[in-house]
């Protein structure tokens, strides 16, 4: 059964500093790695990962894939209140259509 | 350009009834999903719609059922409803046919069981 696993599942920290959120994986037939943010109510889309270590940038955001250990990790430098939510990684079988999602990092950034 | 539009946002309904959520696919998308998300939990793959036919299904028992019309719209409905099915219910929608696409969520409708 494909399986996601995140941690940690929740992370304090103040504003500033640099977080590291850890997501790993078992699927059949791998195809692709998504991160999303999750504040209220819809998850909003980070990332898509399809490749062993190309690294993915957005703003302060970056995401690298490891294929060959299974594992994903998402980095926030300079972190901002605004920063504050759950963090979902999902994976993807070849089909590229059910996507299994881990239980998410809840971050939570203090002034 | 609109996204994902589900309705109703909020719903309370009492054990044994029926529901029907709704979800409008973003424009130009043509496969929606449902997904469960308990509190603290992450999104439950419920099943997926394209071409108006269920393509995939996940671990969920038969009371769960859905539909998709022509203008790719979905629905999600629920018999017998257990205190359990309390949860957020969010649609995805994505396009695959142009290749790896990914899930663009609506804000989710929030069903309460008492």
């Known amino acids: 059964e494909d399986k996601v696993v995140q941690s940690p599942l929740s992370l304090v920290v103040h504003e500033g500093d640099t977080v590291t959120l850890n997501c790993s994986y078992e699927?059949?037939?791998?195809?692709?790695l998504l991160w999303y943010k999750q504040e209220k109510k819809a998850p909003t889309f980070l990332f898509m990962l399809t490749s062993s270590g190309i690294e993915k940038k957005s703003g302060r955001l970056s995401s690298i894939l490891d294929k060959k250990e299974l594992f994903s990790i998402l980095n926030i430098t300079a972190t901002q209140t605004g920063d504050s939510a759950v963090y979902l990684c999902?994976?993807?079988?070849?089909?590229?259509?059910?996507?299994?999602f881990g239980p998410g990092t809840r971050l939570s950034v203090l002034p | 350009d609109a996204g994902v539009t589900q309705s109703p946002t909020h719903l309370i309904k009492t054990r044994g009834q029926q529901v029907t959520l709704r979800c409008s696919p973003k424009s130009g998308h043509d496969t929606v999903s449902w997904y469960q998300q308990a509190l603290g939990q992450g999104p439950q793959f419920i099943f997926q719609y394209y071409e108006e036919e269920e393509r995939q299904r996940g671990n969920f028992p038969d009371r769960f059922s859905g539909h998709q019309f022509p203008n790719y719209s979905s629905e999600l409905n629920v018999n017998a409803l257990l205190l359990g099915d309390s949860a957020l219910y969010l649609c995805?929608?994505?396009?695959?046919?142009?290749?790896?696409?990914?899930?663009?969520f609506g804000n989710g409708t929030r069903l309460t069981v008492t």
């Open positions: 699927v059949t037939n791998f195809r692709s």
């Open positions: 999902a994976v993807s079988d070849n089909y590229g259509q059910n996507f299994v």
């Open positions: 995805a929608s994505s396009s695959p046919t142009y290749g790896d696409s990914p899930l663009h």
